[in-house]
DNA sequence: TGTTATAATGAATATTTATTCAGTATCTTT
DNA sequence: AAAGATACTGAATAAATATTCATTATAACA
């Protein structure tokens, strides 16, 4: 018996991503993944049932890898400064590595294809940063009136429009130009 | 003879917009926007050529009149911070009063309608915000030694996150909490 | 190495969506 | 107030796209 590709379903994902930062969700077409895949049309739909599910299943994807990455090398040991620079470090490297993927989410969000259920679980994702600088504020780490969720906002925020930026090559990052952003976001915290 | 309804084409691009924040780019046709705008699907046709040329001129209209928001009430008779201040109200302002067109011109960037002529005309947009933060550096009023390209996406990320968050119902926007996060990305500016 | 189950193909079909058009309604002008 | 011109309608048609399916190819196992 013949078995499934499972590289298959990534290179499908792959394709579509691909696809939607060329041309957006609203551009897609089965025919257009397939041959961005390199495999029949058909082919899709025995990994996917409906276009629908393919859509889907590759935000659930999205969203639990995306997750995970923005929290890579954090610990608790970590100073306060240091565990908001690496996470703020990761999520900027995030947006830039995985660019498509950001379009495809951002996209996706407001598209026929999403659920209350999914905007939850997207807010709920973004817990743990929001956690970790309400304990900056409580042990006086930051200085600012300012709260937490609104200091969370202006990193999250300047980050994204940083990668636009950069992707688009309208202001393009370095070593030094990234230290300078962290800087400027650090001040912001007052501290 | 009969005349146009002039009107008629705000009502079909409003129709367009309500769609897009509900369904996206990817989730707009011909049909619908029909039925929102409570015109026959033919109508649509004696006012714009094809679907395409709906979308593309909604884009333009879109792109002018929010240039023209975020200059509003600003003028060079004030002092660097008021002016810095204005127009960043002004940009918080237009991303909420019109988070609508914001959705749209964001998907549109990323759809298969854009042109790369229009991307640069989008870049062009930003050149009045950027050579007043320019200015600003020069006559000392900002202390930091970050670029003026870098000061504005952060100002930029922050607002349009701001918006964001206070449309979805996330962090909802009141006079203290505006006056609160200005007050934070003035900081930034280190002045 | 032959058998078998299923993956892969892509042309055919079904469905959805854009566009047209013949008929009707309405505004403007004289 | 009648005529002319064109806006408006929505069902019919065309075009694009999703999905199916008969056929072929291939991997796994006996």
């Known amino acids: 018996m013949r078995t499934k590709d499972l590289n298959k379903k990534d290179r499908i994902f792959k394709a579509a991503l691909v696809l939607t930062k060329k041309v957006g969700i609203a551009g897609i077409t089965m025919s257009k993944i397939a041959k961005e895949a390199q495999i029949a049309t058909g082919t899709l739909y025995i990994y996917f049932k409906t276009k629908e599910e393919l859509?889907?299943?590759?935000?659930?994807?999205?969203?639990?890898?995306?997750?995970?990455?923005?929290?890579?090398n954090y610990d608790d040991s970590l100073s306060f400064k240091k565990g908001i620079k690496t996470i703020?470090?990761?999520?900027?490297?995030?947006?830039?590595?995985?660019?498509?993927?950001?379009?495809?989410?951002?996209?996706y969000y407001h598209s026929?294809?999403?659920?209350?259920?999914?905007?939850?679980?997207?807010?709920?994702?973004?817990?743990?940063?929001?956690?970790?600088?309400?304990?900056?504020?409580?042990?006086?780490e930051i200085k600012?009136?300012?709260?937490?969720?609104?200091?969370?906002?202006?990193?999250?925020?300047?980050?994204?429009?940083l990668a636009y930026e950069h992707i688009e090559g309208n202001y393009e990052l370095n070593e030094d130009r990234i230290e300078a952003a962290f800087q400027l976001n650090w001040r912001m915290l007052g501290s």
Chains 1, 2 share one sequence.
């Open 144 to 161: 600012t009136q300012a709260d937490s969720q609104l200091l969370f906002l202006a990193m999250l925020g300047f980050i994204r429009e």
């Open 88 to 107: 703020w470090l990761n999520y900027l490297k995030h947006r830039i590595e995985y660019f498509e993927e950001s379009i495809f989410l951002e996209q």
């Open 112 to 140: 026929p294809y999403i659920t209350q259920q999914q905007k939850e679980m997207a807010e709920d994702m973004k817990q743990p940063v929001y956690r970790l600088l309400e304990t900056g504020k409580k042990n006086n």
């Open 55 to 72: 859509i889907h299943q590759l935000y659930v994807k999205l969203e639990t890898e995306s997750a995970h990455r923005f929290l890579q």
